[in-house]
């Protein structure tokens, strides 16, 4: 009989194969229906690294190493994903590490994840819009995909909802809505008030890898065809 650590492993990665093709079937059905939402620039990225940018909710604060979304998307994805989050940081902090945590490397997707500081730190909306568009089109310059995360879930953030989805739609990124949504109101889900423990992470995860998987996949065709 199989070793039950065997087991395990052998499971998680018949998992992860299995969400992966059934990411390009998605994706494939999609493609010949012809119902792709909206264009998502630099889907032929040449780049290399899928960094996760963003505050403590991508840091992972509240559980150990290896917990955080970053990891768990990682090992969904079955490649390498860079944790950029910085505890405490707002988008003012995000764009002053932009060159040095993201543009100097070779991104092929930034998952851009901000809000809940400027929120708790007063910063005007309009200053965090304002970040975010030229956090965005910095990325965009280098040649990389971006996905804007929501971190909205019911009331909390509430403002921040639509307009970080119009600012996806207008710079042609991908949006991944309420990625806190179930979360925040579930104790079982919860490190504290606020963050999420290891379940909720996990759950983060998926939600942000069901958001990138359909572009990443269609990112993979392009790299095939153009060959």
């Not at 299995?18 to 264009?39: E, S």
């Not at 490649?79 to 988008?91: E, S």
């Not at 007063?122 to 819009?129: A, D, I, Q, S, Y």
Request: aromatic share 8%.
């Amino acid at each position: 009989m199989k070793n039950k650590r065997v087991q395990i492993t052998e499971y998680r990665v018949e998992k992860n194969i299995f969400l992966h093709f059934l990411g390009v079937f998605v994706f494939c059905v999609i493609a010949l229906t012809g119902c792709i939402p909206h264009q998502t620039n630099n889907i032929d990225s040449a780049g290399t690294d899928i960094i996760c940018f963003g505050d403590s909710l991508t840091f992972g604060y509240g559980v150990e190493a290896g917990q955080d979304y970053p990891t768990l998307l990682s090992q969904l994805l079955n490649k390498p994903v860079i944790n950029a989050g910085v505890d405490g940081d707002t988008t003012v902090d995000a764009v002053k590490r932009l060159e040095k945590d993201v543009i100097e490397r070779n991104p092929l997707l930034v998952i851009v994840e901000f809000a809940g500081n400027d929120f708790l730190e007063k910063v005007p909306m309009e200053k965090t819009l304002s970040n975010m568009d030229y956090i965005i089109k910095k990325v965009q310059a280098k040649g990389a995909m971006v996905a804007v995360v929501d971190c909205s879930a019911g009331m909390l953030l509430r403002e921040y909802h639509a307009a970080f989805h119009e600012l996806a739609k207008e710079n042609n990124t991908i949006f991944i809505p309420q990625v806190l949504s179930g979360i925040i109101t579930d104790s079982r889900l919860k490190s504290d008030f606020l963050h999420p423990n290891a379940n909720g992470y996990a759950i983060i995860a998926q939600r942000i890898y069901r958001g990138i998987i359909p572009h990443l996949n269609r990112n993979q065709l392009s790299r095939s065809s153009a060959k």
